[in-house]
C-alpha cells in the first residue's frame, strides 16, 4: 500500500481558501499528478484544501472524496495553566522597542498593549508582553506545533512513545467548547482529538486490509499495491505519521516541517508474509516547486533568526 499525504498551498486562514501564491503553488503541484498514479483521492473539508486538490486534480476527471476526520487537527493547549509555559511564551518579546518594531513591520500588533500580538489561525489570538502593571497576560489557546523549544525540550516525556499521552499539554485543553458530540473532533484535549482521529485513521486501513495490531504492526491477509491520497494539512499529517510510526506525536510537530502543496509518500513493507510496517520514501518534498522556479512559502514554520521581523515569531 502506498500513502500520499499532499498538504494545501499557502493559506489565506482568515478565508478558508489559499492566497494567489497558495494558487499558483496548486497549480505547480497539477503537473506532478500524472507522475504521482495517486489512486483512490481523498480530500480535508476546510475550504483551503478542497482548493488545492481542485487546481491540482483539473483535468484528471478525479473526484476526491471528503473525509471529516482528516481536516486540521482541531485542538488546542491551555498555556494558562502552566506557569512555565507562560514565562517560555512571554520571552519572545522582551521589551518595547522589538514590539514596536513588529507592530510598524508586520501589522500584526493591536494598540492595547495587554493583548499584542494576533494569530493567523481562525479563532486564536496570541499575548507576548505583561499588560502596563508588569503582569503577565491571559494567553490565548495554542495549537499543538506551536510551542517553545525551550519548554519542549525541557519535557522529555513529550517525546516519549507513551508518556506524551499524560503530559500537561496533552490534557489540558485549550478551554474550547466542544460540539456536544462523543465522536467529535473537536474534543477539549490534545489526547481525546488523538485518539478520535487515530481511531478512524485505524479503521481506514483496515478497510484496505492493514488491521492495526500493538507497536504500529500491520496485519494483512492479502496486501495491496493500492495508492491512496490525502489532500490535507501539516498538523494532521504528523499525527496520521506518528500513529503508523508508534511515536509521539510532539517529536513531529516540533521537528517537522512541511511547506504547501508537499508531498509525503509512505510505503508498506510486508518483508514476512501477513505483516506490514509503513516507510516514509520522502516527507515535505516540494521538488515540483523547485521545477517551476518556486520558493516554497514559509507558512507553518517560524523566524529563522530572532530579529527577523518579517518572519512569523
Not at 486562514?13 to 495517486?38: C, F, H, M, Q, W
Not at 500580538?117 to 479563532?123: A, E, F, I, M, S
Not at 500491520?218 to 503508523?244: N, P
Not at 511515536?247 to 501477513?274: D, N
Amino acid at each position: 500500500m502506498r500513502l500520499l499525504l499532499i498538504r494545501h498551498g499557502d493559506p489565506d486562514y482568515i478565508n478558508d481558501s489559499l492566497t494567489a501564491r497558495g494558487e499558483e503553488e496548486a497549480k505547480a503541484l497539477r503537473s506532478l499528478i500524472p507522475s504521482l498514479n495517486v489512486g483512490d483521492c481523498y480530500v480535508s473539508p476546510l475550504g483551503r484544501a478542497r482548493r488545492t486538490a481542485e487546481l491540482a486534480l483539473s483535468g484528471t476527471g478525479i473526484i476526491p472524496s471528503e473525509l471529516d476526520w482528516i481536516q486540521e487537527f482541531m485542538t488546542e493547549y491551555n498555556v494558562n495553566g502552566s506557569e512555565e509555559l507562560r514565562k517560555e511564551f512571554r520571552q519572545i518579546f522582551p521589551n518595547t522597542r522589538l514590539l514596536a518594531q513588529n507592530r510598524e513591520r508586520r501589522n500584526i500588533l493591536t494598540d492595547d498593549y495587554a493583548s499584542i500580538g494576533t494569530l493567523v489561525n481562525p479563532g486564536t489570538r496570541k499575548a507576548f508582553a505583561p499588560d502596563k502593571e508588569g503582569r503577565l497576560p491571559k494567553y490565548e489557546p495554542r495549537v499543538p506545533w506551536d510551542m517553545l523549544p525551550g519548554y519542549y525540550t525541557s519535557h522529555p516525556e513529550l517525546s516519549d512513545p507513551r508518556e506524551w499521552r499524560q503530559s500537561f499539554v496533552a490534557t489540558h485543553g485549550g478551554d474550547m467548547p466542544g460540539d456536544g458530540r462523543e465522536d467529535s473532533c473537536h474534543q477539549s484535549t490534545f489526547l481525546a482529538c488523538y485518539d478520535y482521529v487515530t481511531d478512524r485513521f485505524d479503521r481506514f486501513l483496515e478497510g484496505y486490509g492493514y488491521r492495526r495490531e500493538a507497536g504500529g504492526l500491520y496485519r494483512t491477509g492479502c496486501g495491496t499495491e493500492k495508492t491512496v491520497t490525502f489532500f490535507c494539512h501539516f498538523g494532521i499529517t504528523a499525527v496520521l505519521l506518528s500513529r503508523l510510526w508508534d511515536t509521539s506525536p510532539f517529536l513531529l510537530l516540533q521537528s517537522l516541517c512541511m511547506a504547501p502543496t508537499s508531498v509525503t509518500e509512505v510505503v508498506t513493507e510486508e518483508r514476512v508474509e501477513g505483516y506490514a510496517y509503513f516507510r516514509a520514501l520522502r516527507i515535505g518534498d516540494t521538488t515540483h516547486l523547485t521545477l517551476k522556479g518556486q520558493e516554497a512559502s514559509f507558512a507553518a514554520r517560524f523566524c529563522e533568526t530572532y530579529h527577523n521581523l518579517d518572519q512569523r515569531h
